[in-house]
């Protein structure tokens, strides 16, 4: 029969699991696409089943909070900054107040995270991607964490692997105002989540500089999905938008050779059987200028295709599609693997060729990948009646956004209660 003693014990640890963690809070910058809202809400719904009391607060910079709002997740919207990458050094500018300038903006932002942080007093920082934020902006939530300030809190990092480059996840710690100048910004993490297997991005080795010391605490969790297939309802969404079937989904984004890739990909369709592609479906990306959301509208063979803005939950209508045209994002790859679908994939060019390497994920089975200049240079109908007379495959890849809220939620109740 258990003693008295050891009975207190029992509960007191369960006690202290279920209170020990109150606030959550989140950064994420988004200041290039809407990605990274869509794959930290499904981190934190993988955590919330296991927390189900605990307050999460999300500071982001993304032109949809919608995407936490939805799931019941309060969220302060950071005015927006525009990470140009096609522009020459790839400069921030702000999203939409152009009558302000880019540092008062950044001034801005800054002054609400350190306004949340101290309001919000939370036990957990999450910090997503940049390492200190965009130009340091984060840098008040690492000067609070607890490896420089007794009582600080647990100081947290997600990745989803593959970067563009090492210069987003580490910068000069005397650069950003509050941390001491010697401290290295990588040393104030209490532990380090990639959202990818190791075999694809060593980030220890490819960003962080191989250091010894940190090994411990970077864990490689495997790629997420917000939903996986059975979850999806693609066929309510396709009749919900009085779509037809087959359907061909073309979604690339808003970089590189958007017009002309546009122009190349709906001329094409003239020369696939209505049979094989009843419909096409062109989602807009919400970045996109509006002078070339125009001309893509105006092209003479965009009168046979229906346009979209963005939709939160494309991957119910890839679900539903038949084939598709696509870019080679995480989550853009993530879903195809989870649907299944056939797909004519054309990754960004970027210097790191941080796309053609996750393109290079997907099986040949189910996806043709070219450049953008192979793309405009080819054969694109030929490659579209191939991949539309592809027999179905049913989606066998399933991510596990549970398990990995188990995880991080182990991680963090210990570290609440290490000294």
């Not at 027999?391 to 991080?408: E, H, K, M, N, Q």
């Amino acid at each position: 029969m258990p003693q008295e003693g050891s009975f207190c014990n029992a509960v007191g640890a369960i006690m202290s699991q279920v209170t020990d963690l109150r606030r959550v809070l989140v950064y994420t910058h988004n200041s290039i696409g809407l990605g990274h809202a869509v794959r930290v809400m499904a981190v934190i719904d993988g955590m919330r089943a296991l927390l189900p009391s605990t307050d999460f607060l999300v500071l982001s910079g993304g032109s949809a909070p919608s995407i936490f709002l939805g799931e019941g997740i309060e969220t302060i919207k950071l005015p927006g900054v525009r990470h140009d990458l096609d522009g020459p050094g790839q400069p921030f500018r702000p999203r939409y107040l152009h009558t302000l300038d880019r540092d008062a903006v950044f001034a801005w932002r800054g002054r609400l995270i350190r306004e949340c942080l101290d309001a919000f007093a939370p036990d957990v920082v999450m910090v997503e991607h940049a390492l200190a934020g965009l130009r340091g902006e984060a840098a008040p939530l690492l000067a609070r964490a607890r490896r420089l300030t007794p009582d600080g809190h647990v100081l947290v990092h997600l990745s989803r692997g593959i970067h563009c480059g090492a210069p987003m996840l580490l910068a000069p710690a005397a650069s950003y105002p509050g941390l001491p100048p010697e401290a290295a910004v990588t040393g104030l993490y209490d532990a380090f989540y990639v959202l990818e297997e190791r075999a694809v991005a060593d980030v220890n080795r490819e960003f962080f500089g191989d250091v010894a010391a940190l090994e411990p605490r970077i864990n490689y969790l495997g790629r997420i999905a917000a939903r996986n297939a059975e979850e999806l309802n693609g066929d309510k969404r396709v009749a919900e938008l009085c779509l037809g079937r087959p359907l061909l989904l073309l979604s690339l984004g808003r970089h590189g050779r958007i017009l002309e890739l546009h122009a190349r990909l709906l001329a094409a369709l003239d020369r696939v059987p209505a049979a094989l592609a009843g419909e096409t479906l062109v989602v807009l990306d919400p970045y996109l200028p509006p002078e070339q959301v125009a001309a893509i509208k105006a092209l003479p063979c965009a009168a046979r295709v229906r346009f979209t803005p963005f939709i939160p939950c494309l991957e119910e209508i890839m679900a539903a599609a038949a084939v598709v045209v696509c870019r080679a994002g995480y989550n853009t790859v993530n879903e195809l693997l989870v649907t299944g679908k056939p797909a004519l994939v054309i990754p960004e060019s970027h210097p790191s060729r941080e796309q053609e390497r996750r393109a290079g994920i997907l099986s040949g089975r189910q996806a043709v990948v070219l450049t953008e200049q192979a793309c405009l240079d080819g054969d694109p109908a030929a490659m579209l009646i191939d991949l539309l007379a592809r027999p179905v495959r049913s989606a066998t890849v399933r991510f596990d956004r549970f398990a990995v809220g188990r995880r991080i939620v182990a991680d963090l109740r210990r570290l609440a209660r290490e000294p």
